[in-house]
């Protein structure tokens, strides 16, 4: 095998083409965000609003991550919203009105998720039942549940501790002392991790690179090469910059940055992830290849039974309160986002990072739409529209290839 | 301008009462005249003509691929007008078929071998289906009712109209698709492999019906491989080999029709030396089946495969020939890992020792591996690349780090795949195997059919098999990277690997194989050495001779 010599303009047009969705995402991405600048005299990109949408939906990325191995492998799951609101109500309950120790509500939250997991991958996998209908199911149980635990309309104060903390809390300063922007410039340890993301890109980026070459695999010339290592650094340092000039990185968004992290790692080099992937790609060549398809399916609903829960925690902390509202079409927004981010709603395809931009693309647009006082209904009929378009262009751009 | 018009109607009033005219004297209910079909890359029909007698059972005969689907599917109007070259006539009357409706005016009904009827109907929905007795969309059911009741009398049917499919059997299954042909006016009703999935008192019924029709002056074609039967029943015999018209006479002119003659002029090619044969040494025996029985997973009552029982031996091509739908592909599915069919029984030895195998997984642990005839439904993940197709069946090898439970007994392995070996080890089989590619990062859905094997070769090679069962393994694939592979198959023998080789194709059977098995309706007809296995003795046991 020869590494063939290309010129760079048929590395840029072949590299376009196919990633079409991908970079379509990323436009699509910031052209929105330039509108609502314009739109909104100039409020959508400031540090605070940014900080705003990014914790706002973090929870709908948490969902996201557990979204695509489930769409991957060929299944839904629309339990996730109401099982979500059930396990952050539960917590609160048992940490409040019960008086568990608050690790122990936790983990009540949390083995709820593992056990619904558990429930669901055994009809979908081992019952062969459509997990549309299994999770509709949950989804109808959960939502009962969670107006038995939360009576009346009333919510469940969760104003401090752990809970609190991991929803609503920022990262200390590390040195200086004092409100960001008032005090002190800027937050010094966002700033630390920043720079240390960026560090750390560059050396998974380069021994990448080192690998390919080494195995004689195509790889970019060199001022792409910069080009591309310039530009991903640019977008971590944004991402990093708002919030270290707001008032610091979340616990919240800490944990989605290493749960992605992880993520990624499982769908792109284990075992699991390959047979998922495998699976959802051709279920019959899966088979007689001698994966295990039940067992792999009941991991991915574990898996994203777990996740639910995670994000129902986060929720209620956020909200520093449990409702009976909270879950309220999580499943659909998730869908959603994981749908724009490029995973096919027919299995096999699909990334983690395409989710969590498909997350901050939908968030934005709600974001956007509040800040433009645009009233709800108005918000959902385009935010309809846009979901359908996404799938359009997916269908379409396949087609073309 | 008037007289003109008269003329030219003149002429065609002449030209009409003369068509009727020859329609009239015509002996032949149809006839096609040099009909010839390509595909791309083959030529299915080649100047076929096929002659059809009013109110004669004429039998069509021939080998998988002879073109008797193709030359019944020109006939119907499925390859309408214009995709084949030739010439149509019914009654004498040349006709256009631009669909299966335009053929079904002239009365051409053909009943395929997959029964095209809605099991979860009853059976007088399915009579009328597509042609549903209705008034502003409205049907009326009492009609149809009555008239369904006229028709299951007519094929001798005791049932209530209301009965659901799913509750009949196949023979009776069979009977409502003769009724709904009749229902259409069938006045030539093709029959493909009626008998097929029959058993013999069910044969024995569906052919006393046809006589029935027979007299009613229903013109019937019958392709069957059951040449008994086939004497049985014809008035007439055609036999196509390889996309021509061999031969067609009575069966009782010429001194008689017999099925050695069928199956001389069946076969009667001859074998050219396309095939890279070399003489292996057979060593020991390193699988044993023992009285393999499958059902049909849907049909209750089906027996599939029947009390199988043969030897794969060390270093041998083990060849298994029978005829479309014998069993040949469900015995080996069955066999691995249970991935097909109900209520399997019997025993598989390993080296001698008895293993139990009731998944793909288990199969591939005990070295016995399977290529699917369908490479693309049921052996790539198409949207993968070269590398994870490859390495697809064997993760577990080139993975570091921790064993997770499954949820079953199985141990699942959860590692974390070592990207370097997984390159190395993916390169190797592209070198060994020729796969032509810029990159093992290409995705398998950009490679031509040949390559596309060769990855699932390699991918069943990376699982270390004692057993290599090819399913169809040339198929749709073109002449060099055939030849590849028979090359590949005698290289992987004199490494010790058995390989066992199904083919629709005789010939290629013949002249790979050390060893050829013969299949017939399920059971293991003949077992033969290759220097015994003749085009004519295979035929003969794969047309169930004893």
Request: glycine content about 10%.
């Amino acid at each position: 095998m020869e590494t063939r010599k290309r010129s760079v303009s048929q590395i840029l047009i072949t590299g376009f083409k196919s990633n079409i969705n991908q970079y379509a995402m990323f436009i699509a991405l910031i052209a929105v965000w330039l509108i609502f600048q314009i739109l909104s005299g100039g409020e959508f990109i400031t540090p605070r609003n940014l900080s705003n949408l990014l914790g706002q939906n973090v929870y709908i990325a948490i969902l996201a991550v557990g979204m695509v191995l489930i769409m991957v492998a060929g299944h839904i799951d629309l339990s996730v919203g109401w099982l979500g609101g059930t396990a952050g109500a539960l917590a609160a309950l048992a940490w409040t009105s019960w008086h568990w120790n608050i690790w122990a509500a936790i983990a009540l939250a949390l083995s709820l998720g593992i056990v619904t997991g558990l429930w669901q991958g055994f009809w979908v996998a081992y019952r062969g039942l459509p997990a549309f209908i299994v999770t509709l199911g949950s989804f109808l149980m959960f939502h009962g549940f969670i107006l038995l635990s939360v009576k009346n309309g009333q919510t469940v104060p969760v104003q401090h501790g752990a809970i609190y903390q991991f929803g609503s809390g920022f990262l200390p300063q590390l040195f200086m002392k004092g409100v960001v922007g008032k005090d002190v410039p800027f937050h010094d340890l966002s700033m630390l991790l920043g720079i240390a993301a960026i560090v750390l890109y560059w050396v998974y980026e380069l021994r990448n690179r080192a690998n390919r070459v080494k195995f004689g695999f195509e790889v970019l010339p060199w001022f792409l090469q910069l080009g591309k290592i310039i530009l991903v650094s640019a977008l971590i340092a944004g991402i990093f910059a708002i919030q270290t000039f707001y008032v610091g990185i979340s616990y919240a968004f800490l944990f989605l940055i290493l749960l992605t992290l992880l993520f990624v790692f499982i769908t792109t080099k284990t075992v699991f992830g390959r047979h998922v992937y495998a699976i959802g790609g051709n279920k019959e060549a899966a088979k007689l290849s001698g994966i295990n398809i039940r067992a792999r399916t009941m991991w991915v609903f574990v898996i994203m039974g777990t996740l639910a829960s995670i994000a129902g925690l986060v929720f209620t902390g956020r909200m520093a309160s449990a409702s009976p509202a909270a879950g309220n079409l999580w499943e659909l927004d998730t869908i959603a986002a994981v749908v724009v981010g490029g995973t096919s709603t027919l299995g096999g395809e699909g990334t983690i990072i395409g989710a969590i931009i498909g997350a901050l693309f939908m968030g934005s647009l709600n974001n956007g739409m509040l800040l433009l006082g645009l009233d709800i209904q108005y918000q959902y009929i385009i935010k309809g529209l846009i979901l359908t378009l996404a799938v359009w262009f997916d269908i379409a751009s396949k087609k073309r290839r | 301008m008037k007289a003109a018009a008269s003329v030219a109607a003149f002429f065609l009033a002449g030209v009409g009462l003369w068509s009727l005219n020859e329609g009239y004297m015509s002996d032949f209910v149809f006839e096609m005249v040099n009909i010839s079909k390509e595909f791309p890359g083959v030529k299915a029909l080649d100047d076929v003509s096929f002659r059809v007698k009013r109110g004669e059972i004429h039998a069509l005969v021939g080998e998988n691929g002879a073109g008797k689907s193709t030359l019944m599917k020109v006939l119907s109007g499925v390859h309408p007008y214009g995709t084949y070259t030739g010439q149509i006539l019914v009654n004498g009357e040349e006709v256009q078929f631009k669909n299966i409706r335009d053929s079904e005016h002239k009365g051409i009904v053909v009943i395929y071998q997959e029964l095209a009827l809605v099991r979860l109907l009853n059976v007088a929905e399915n009579l009328f289906l597509g042609n549903e007795i209705a008034k502003n969309g409205i049907i009326n059911w009492e009609d149809v009712f009555v008239q369904t009741q006229k028709y299951l009398d007519e094929v001798g049917l005791k049932i209530s109209p209301e009965t659901k499919l799913i509750n009949l059997g196949v023979g009776q299954q069979q009977l409502i698709e003769i009724a709904k042909a009749l229902s259409k006016d069938a006045k030539i009703l093709v029959l493909d492999e009626p008998t097929a999935a029959l058993n013999e008192a069910d044969s024995e019924n569906l052919l006393n019906i046809l006589r029935e029709l027979k007299k009613r002056g229903v013109t019937c074609i019958y392709i069957s491989h059951k040449l008994e039967e086939v004497l049985e029943i014809a008035d007439s015999v055609t036999v196509l080999r390889d996309g021509h018209s061999i031969h067609s006479q009575s069966v009782h002119d010429d001194g008689g029709m017999t099925e050695e003659k069928m199956i001389n002029l069946m076969v009667g090619r001859k074998l050219t030396s396309r095939y890279p044969r070399k003489e292996h040494k057979a060593g020991d025996v390193v699988m044993e089946v023992k009285n393999w029985t499958v059902y049909h997973p849907d049909l209750i009552e089906k027996k599939v495969i029947d009390n199988v029982s043969f030897q794969i031996k060390k270093g041998e091509i083990l060849g298994v020939a029978g005829l479309m739908g014998a069993g040949r592909t469900e015995l080996f599915l069955s066999l691995f890992g249970r991935s097909w069919g109900r209520e399997i029984s019997g025993e598989i030895l390993i080296e001698g020792k008895p293993v139990q195998i009731h998944s793909p997984r288990e199969a591939i642990q005990a070295g016995f591996t399977y290529l699917s005839e369908d490479r693309k439904e049921k052996g790539l993940v198409l949207g993968m690349d070269i590398l994870a197709n490859t390495t697809l069946s064997s993760l577990e090898r080139i993975s570091d780090y921790g064993v997770m439970e499954g949820f079953d007994k199985q141990v699942a392995k959860a590692g974390i795949i070592n990207y370097l070996k997984e390159v190395r080890i993916t390169n190797h089989y592209v070198k060994q195997l020729q796969i032509k590619t810029p990159s093992i990062e290409q995705k398998v859905k950009n490679l031509s059919g040949g390559n596309q094997q060769k990855v699932v070769i390699g991918k069943w090679l990376m699982t270390d098999p004692k057993i290599l069962v090819l399913d169809e393994p040339t198929r749709g694939i073109d002449v060099g990277a055939k030849f590849e592979i028979y090359n590949l198959m005698n290289e992987l023998v004199d490494n010790g690997v058995a390989i066992v080789l199904i083919s629709s194709e005789l010939p290629e059977v013949l002249g790979m194989s050390d060893r050829v098995i013969v299949i017939h309706q399920g059971r293991l007809t003949g077992d033969l050495p290759w220097q015994e296995a003749t085009q004519e003795r295979c035929m003969y046991f794969a047309t169930g001779g004893k």
